[in-house]
């Protein structure tokens, strides 16, 4: 059944420049599946309908809920206003809903906040050591961009491939992710593929796979 619920924020972490974590107390009997989303609005007046979807990056068994969420310089934006809240704010969540869950070992590929989802599916898979031959192919604008660098790098080491698509003498793949990049990248296209990013990334990539001979049934996206 849908409820909806008002949790207060505990902490806020900075995790690169544009990007904060909020961990906020968990209510009694919360539950969710790594990988899925709730719809949250801030509760306070002028913004309690201002509703957007956003994904846990906390485990299921955390004390805590945790959302990773890019913020962006629109004035009336919800993500502008998270940028000045503090400890002791309060957020309206509903019940947890999304279709992006695991489905076992394949490709994860990302852009920008469209990690998210993938924030708890691996740190789900590293706790009970079943990284296995995941990767994960992250890209962003710039290396600063990078959400958790460090984290996926401890993770997965090699199987952490970054590509990086304007900042030219990046260390790291300096290209889009393409029908000819994942050809070069994948060898074996009948695993799971695991896409999330900007509407039209998502398209070009699930498009490129498809191409590339990756069957339907194990593409794993927020349809």
């Not at 409820?3 to 806020?12: G, Q, R």
């Not at 107390?25 to 201002?50: M, R, T």
């Not at 869950?101 to 050591?129: C, D």
Request: net charge negative; proline share 4%.
């Amino acid at each position: 059944m849908d409820a909806n619920y008002i949790v207060t924020v505990k902490e806020i972490i900075a995790r690169t420049h544009n990007v904060k974590t909020f961990r906020v107390l968990k209510p009694g009997g919360f539950e969710f599946v790594p990988g899925q989303a709730v719809d949250l609005s801030l509760n306070e007046e002028g913004w309690k309908e201002n509703k957007h979807p956003f994904t846990f990056t906390s485990l299921p068994d955390d004390d805590y809920l945790e959302f990773t969420i890019k913020l962006y310089n629109n004035p009336t934006g919800l993500t502008n206003r998270l940028k000045t809240i503090e400890p002791g704010a309060e957020f309206e969540i509903s019940s947890a809903w999304g279709a992006i869950e695991y489905k076992g070992e394949g490709i994860f590929i990302a852009g920008g906040a469209g990690i998210t989802p993938f924030i708890s599916i691996f740190r789900y898979l590293n706790q009970k050591n079943e990284i296995g031959n995941n990767r994960l192919i992250f890209s962003n604008k710039t290396e600063a961009d990078i959400i958790l660098k460090d984290e996926f790098e401890a993770m997965l080491n090699e199987k952490f491939i970054n590509v990086i698509t304007n900042e030219p003498g990046t260390k790291y793949h300096n290209k889009r992710i393409d029908k000819k990049f994942l050809e070069e990248s994948i060898t074996d296209f009948s695993q799971h593929f695991y896409v999330c990013g900007p509407d039209e990334f998502t398209k070009v990539i699930l498009d490129a796979l498809k191409e590339s001979g990756a069957n339907a049934e194990t593409l794993v996206f927020e349809k």
